[in-house]
């Protein structure tokens, strides 16, 4: 998928919603736990309520390997699950040296059939690179992240006055384009969303952080929106675990279409 | 295991030797691909020739990840067939925030029983601290790497003068203890290993690029050798490929004994 598409979906949709399929089982209603692979069922009904709504689903994928081998079975059926024209986001946050980053990639991109995959920017060039080889695939970068660790580094100031994010915003954009490069960027504070967006105009931001983590979406989009929206707002815990009974997955398409209503008046606006 | 432990299987072993067990289905022997689980059969002689010589093995995960669930399940049985008392590590390079790291630290500490993994600091503490949480479990903090990309952002020198890498390890010297924290440390440039060890004089760096990288395994010695030894060198294609027959875990062996022999020379001289 490349961003015109993206951006097509967008319009039609009237919604940049991301939403994180960060399935825990220890919170998933508990008569699914009598389904021979609950965590696909919940996401199979979270996917029936929200697709219409979405534009990109961002399963993290620690919640799937953290049970082991089922858990990639699960990730995989959910994978396929997805309608084709939605974008879909491993958020591995992985980055390795070259050869083994290319095994990452392969592993995200071929052996499953994800749109885009996150990573970490610290081993530099050689650890990006080869997630950016594969035709019609996308790297989705850290940049500044919503955590209150990001702190600790990604705002240290350079001997040239440029924060670290910025240095990683100024040197990344070199090793790809807006049809293969996005950027993480947190929605908790919106003056570094001006920030980012000035240094890279056209590229497609992840924006966590709105909702549970304190984001305002109103800020977000006047801050972030490019020509192209730009923006892939993310939405987990908000959505999907909206519910806590049988009937979650109305809970969650609730959430969804209240955001989507709001995105749409933030398009009409900022657009 | 703690760092006592550590030392003391180094000082019997006469050997800071860690092997790399980056498992490729495209290099290892022909002839085992008639086996149910070529990568187990291929790690288990590799282990069977080299336990003697080694103190740590590695998998890098990516390695393994990239065959889906059956790649999982082969790392599972070669960790199970690792000796006790040899220390074990997950290079994984992860790191999320603080819910998600600690899924991360559950799937490589309990679901598995890795004794250590390899953590990116870009997000800062609470992508840290949560693997810092786990009884006798360590983090390998990536401080300074061995790769071209390092360059990129790990010299980035700050408004302090502090480079980025001397930042990292500053703040997270914070965060854990030598018997919880060790740091990656590449061998391609002696002089930073020796700014490394400044600042942190009593933790375990996990040392790769010696060999096929370039890095001198005497000057790892010289300038980064702490009290209690502090190395863990890697080696991993140097070793698991030197034969590419039948005879392939026996030349392995003979790699790995011969690196053994140089490190108990540098033991002598320097510790």
Redesign the interface.
């Known amino acids: 998928m490349n961003s015109k598409e993206l951006f097509s979906q967008i319009k039609s949709k009237q919604s940049f919603l991301c939403v994180g399929l960060?399935t825990d089982p220890a919170k998933i209603p508990q008569y699914l736990q009598r389904e021979k692979d609950p965590i696909f069922e919940f996401n199979k009904q979270i996917i029936d309520h929200t697709a219409e709504y979405a534009v990109a689903y961002k399963p993290?994928i620690?919640?799937y390997?953290?049970?082991?081998?089922?858990g990639?079975?699960s990730l995989?059926k959910t994978l396929e699950y997805i309608p084709k024209e939605i974008f879909t986001i491993a958020?591995a946050?992985?980055?390795?040296?070259?050869n083994?980053?290319k095994?990452?990639a392969?592993?995200f991109f071929e052996?499953m059939d994800f749109d885009s995959i996150t990573v970490?920017?610290?081993?530099?060039?050689?650890?990006?690179l080869p997630f950016l080889e594969f035709k019609d695939k996308w790297v989705i970068l850290?940049a500044l992240?919503?955590?209150?660790?990001?702190?600790?580094?990604?705002i240290?100031?350079?001997?040239d006055?440029e924060l670290?994010f910025e240095?990683?915003l100024k040197?990344s954009r070199q090793w790809g384009n807006p049809d293969n490069l996005m950027y993480v960027v947190g929605a908790t504070r919106g003056e570094n969303i001006a920030k980012v967006r000035a240094l890279v105009p056209d590229h497609f931001f992840l924006v966590p952080g709105v909702g549970a983590q304190g984001g305002s979406l109103e800020d977000v989009a006047k801050y972030g929106m490019s020509k192209q929206c730009g923006l892939l707002v993310n939405s987990s815990r908000g959505i999907i675990y909206a519910g806590k009974d049988m009937d979650f997955g109305k809970k969650a398409g609730e959430e969804a279409e209240k955001l989507q209503k709001e995105m749409a008046i933030l398009l009409e606006k900022y657009l």
């Open positions: 960060d993290n620690a919640f390997e953290a049970l082991g081998p089922k990639w079975e995989q958020d946050k992985r980055g390795d040296i070259g083994t980053s095994l990452y392969k592993a052996s970490a920017p610290y081993m530099g060039r050689d650890s990006v850290l992240t919503s955590n209150e660790g990001s702190e600790d580094f990604q240290i100031p350079s001997s006055g670290l240095s990683v040197k």
